[in-house]
C-alpha cells in the first residue's frame, strides 16, 4: 500500500503518541505544519516535561534532515520506519542525529541525511526506556 507523505507522517506521529502513553506520559501533539517538536509529553505529577520529534518512513530509508542541522532539536527523536506493516521505532538524541548525520551536496545545495546504517542499530532499535517512564512525580 503506497501511502501520501502526510499520511506517513500522522501515522507515525500517532504510534509514538501510543508507545508514550503505554510508557505512563501524558502525551500532547503540537501543530503538525509547525516545524520542530511534535510532541510534548509530561510525567504524571507534571514535574518533567519532554519534546519529541518524530519521523515516519514508510520502509528502511533515510531520514531527510533538511539543509541544516539546526532544526535538530527536542530532548528525544523517534525515528519509526516500516510504517505501514510492522512499525519499527528507533529512540536517539538530538546531539546523536547530529553526530551520526551525513551530509550531502549536489548541484551546489547542501542537504543533511541520517543513512539507515547510522539509525537501525540494537542502540536505538526499539530503545524506548532511553526516555524513561512517564509515572515518577
Given at each position: 500500500?503506497?501511502?501520501?507523505?502526510?499520511?506517513?507522517?500522522?501515522i507515525?506521529?500517532?504510534y509514538?503518541?501510543?508507545?508514550?502513553s503505554?510508557?505512563?506520559?501524558?502525551?500532547m501533539p503540537?501543530?503538525?505544519?509547525?516545524?520542530?517538536?511534535?510532541?510534548?509529553?509530561?510525567?504524571?505529577?507534571?514535574?518533567?516535561?519532554i519534546?519529541?520529534?518524530?519521523?515516519?518512513?514508510?520502509?528502511?530509508s533515510?531520514?531527510p534532515?533538511?539543509?541544516?542541522?539546526?532544526?535538530?532539536?527536542g530532548d528525544?527523536?523517534i525515528?519509526?520506519?516500516?510504517?505501514?506493516?510492522e512499525?519499527?521505532?528507533?529512540?536517539?538524541?538530538?546531539?546523536?542525529?547530529?553526530a551520526?548525520a551525513?551530509?550531502?551536496?549536489?548541484?551546489?545545495k547542501?542537504?543533511?541525511w541520517?543513512?539507515?546504517?547510522?539509525?537501525?542499530?540494537?542502540?536505538?532499535?526499539?530503545?524506548?526506556e532511553?526516555?524513561?517512564?512517564?509515572?515518577?512525580?
Open positions: 500500500m503506497k501511502l501520501e507523505s502526510q499520511v506517513t507522517g500522522n507515525g506521529m500517532y509514538a503518541c501510543y508507545r508514550l503505554r510508557m505512563g506520559w501524558n502525551v503540537t501543530a503538525r505544519n509547525a516545524r520542530g517538536i511534535d510532541i510534548i509529553a509530561y510525567n504524571r505529577g507534571g514535574t518533567e516535561f519534546g519529541v520529534q518524530v519521523k515516519a518512513l514508510t520502509r528502511r533515510p531520514v534532515l533538511g539543509k541544516s542541522l539546526d532544526t535538530v532539536m528525544f527523536w525515528i519509526i520506519n516500516n510504517i505501514g506493516q512499525p519499527v521505532a528507533f529512540v536517539m538524541k538530538p546531539e546523536e542525529v547530529k551520526l551525513h551530509r550531502g551536496e549536489k548541484h551546489g547542501v542537504s543533511f541520517l543513512q539507515p546504517k547510522a539509525y537501525d542499530t540494537p542502540e536505538f532499535r526499539e530503545a524506548c532511553r526516555i524513561g517512564h512517564g509515572h515518577a512525580g
